[in-house]
């Protein structure tokens, strides 16, 4: 397969994503011709170092058709002297029958845009996420005759529909997920073979281990409080509602206060939430955060809690990378039996695990973990372990640069 590889990615570059630029960094490092096509352009304040690093030129699609006319309207006319536009205009009119939405309009046009517009030498087409993303490929792969494969995670996974996930993996050329809840669940969906299952993994030359002990806290220091940490976007099924929630029915006594890094829509909600619940004095927002920033509050906190749930809609998280980032800097974790969070924390050896939703019991648990300083420590040093042996980026990458016809 060697040649260029156009990656098909929601948004780029994002903060919450570095999985993908992790990803992408590596390839090009194994010699991997890549070409970033992005169907949003990026909205963070910042950007990660590892951003810096790739070198793929990066084209951005109209957004929306209507702001960019002329670029959809030239890419429409070269496809209609293709024979191929018969074809890819049925399956996109088929699939608008069963979701008719302005999304299923927009995703046909970038794809009208992108065959025309492909960079040359581009012989493969990789879809970074299920839904909106492999859309846009597989219509393009329709116009274009070019092979195209994905790289599937969560949301996309458990809120796409059945119909969908069937004629994606059908026509795709191999897919990848990174859990086994994910290849589980889609290899029920494709042909014999199609799905395999290759996790991120963390760099560690991204999150080197820093040689600091932590102070032994145990909430019973008003000036010198546990810190509890979390990363993550606040959506619903992060959970952050219910870890509030927890976090009020603490004893009063106890001496902890909370940070939380991300950005999302129900921040507001959040903040109001623990201001009614009089957490005010003990929660810190700091909003999304570069690499370098994230990196220390790991290592300067005590305890990270993450309590993913499944959200109304069926979303929920695959392998939060956020936990395999707060193990490598041997920082004990406390998360929810969800998904494939199991496959990377054992419960009780390499982190504590409580059952999604169960307030009662998350509080317990923090309040468990508040006063046991050594509980954390132990448990820090097995997850640190368990990321570095198990959970390394190089595996991941290996698996994928075969797939891209790369030697390992």
């Known amino acids: 397969m060697l040649g260029t590889?156009?990656?098909?990615?929601?948004g780029y570059p994002r903060l919450s994503e570095t999985f993908i630029a992790q990803e992408i960094l590596a390839l090009e490092e194994r010699g991997l011709d890549i070409a970033i096509?992005?169907?949003?352009?990026?909205?963070?304040?910042?950007?990660?170092?590892?951003?810096?690093r790739i070198k793929a030129p990066v084209t951005y699609l109209p957004e929306y058709l209507w702001r960019e006319p002329l670029r959809v309207w030239r890419g429409w006319r070269a496809a209609r002297r293709n024979p191929r536009?018969?074809?890819?205009?049925?399956a996109w009119l088929r699939d608008l029958a069963r979701d008719l939405s302005p999304n299923r309009v927009r995703r046909f046009g970038q794809a009208l845009v992108l065959a025309r517009e492909l960079p040359p030498g581009v012989n493969h087409l990789h879809a970074?996420?299920?839904?909106?993303?492999?859309?846009?490929?597989?219509?393009?792969?329709?116009?274009?005759?070019?092979?195209?494969?994905?790289?599937?995670?969560?949301?996309?996974?458990?809120?796409?529909?059945?119909?969908?996930?069937a004629e994606k993996l059908a026509e795709c050329r191999w897919l990848v997920t990174c859990t086994a809840a994910g290849r589980d669940h889609?290899?029920?969906?494709?042909?014999?073979?199609?799905?395999?299952l290759a996790y991120h993994g963390l760099d560690p030359g991204r999150f080197p281990a820093a040689e600091r002990v932590r102070p032994p806290r145990d909430g019973a220091a008003a000036d010198d409080?546990?810190?509890?940490?979390?990363?993550?976007?606040?959506?619903?099924?992060?959970?952050?509602?219910?870890?509030?929630a927890a976090l009020a029915t603490l004893p009063r006594e106890v001496n902890w206060r909370f940070v939380h890094i991300g950005d999302g829509p129900?921040?507001?909600?959040?903040?109001?939430?623990?201001?009614a619940a009089?957490?005010?004095?003990?929660?810190?927002?700091?909003?999304?955060?570069?690499?370098?920033?994230?990196?220390?509050?790991?290592?300067?906190?005590?305890?990270?809690?993450?309590?993913?749930?499944?959200?109304?809609?069926?979303?929920?998280?695959?392998?939060?990378?956020v936990l395999m980032e707060a193990q490598s800097q041997g920082l004990a974790v406390l998360a929810t039996r969800l998904s494939a969070i199991p496959e990377l924390i054992d419960d009780g050896v390499t982190g504590c695990l409580v059952a999604p939703r169960d307030r009662a019991a998350l509080s317990a648990a923090l309040a468990a973990l508040i006063a046991d300083p050594a509980l954390r420590a132990r448990l820090g040093r097995a997850g640190q372990e368990r990321v570095r042996e198990s959970f390394s980026m190089s595996r991941g990458s290996s698996q994928l640069a075969a797939k891209f016809g790369l030697a390992r």
């Open 5 to 10: 590889v156009a990656f098909i990615l929601k």
């Open 37 to 52: 096509v992005s169907l949003r352009h990026p909205t963070d304040p910042h950007v990660h170092p590892i951003h810096a």
């Open 85 to 90: 536009y018969r074809a890819a205009r049925w």
């Open 128 to 165: 970074h996420f299920l839904h909106t993303p492999a859309s846009v490929a597989r219509y393009t792969s329709l116009l274009t005759g070019l092979p195209w494969s994905c790289s599937a995670h969560a949301k996309d996974i458990w809120t796409s529909p059945t119909w969908e996930k």
């Open 186 to 196: 889609l290899a029920q969906l494709a042909p014999p073979g199609r799905v395999e």
């Open 225 to 244: 409080p546990v810190t509890i940490l979390s990363v993550g976007r606040a959506v619903a099924k992060k959970g952050y509602d219910d870890l509030l």
């Open 266 to 275: 129900l921040l507001a909600a959040l903040r109001r939430q623990a201001r």
């Open 278 to 321: 009089g957490l005010d004095g003990r929660v810190q927002w700091l909003r999304a955060q570069p690499e370098d920033v994230v990196l220390e509050h790991y290592r300067a906190s005590d305890l990270f809690v993450l309590a993913s749930r499944v959200a109304n809609d069926g979303d929920r998280d695959g392998l939060p990378n």
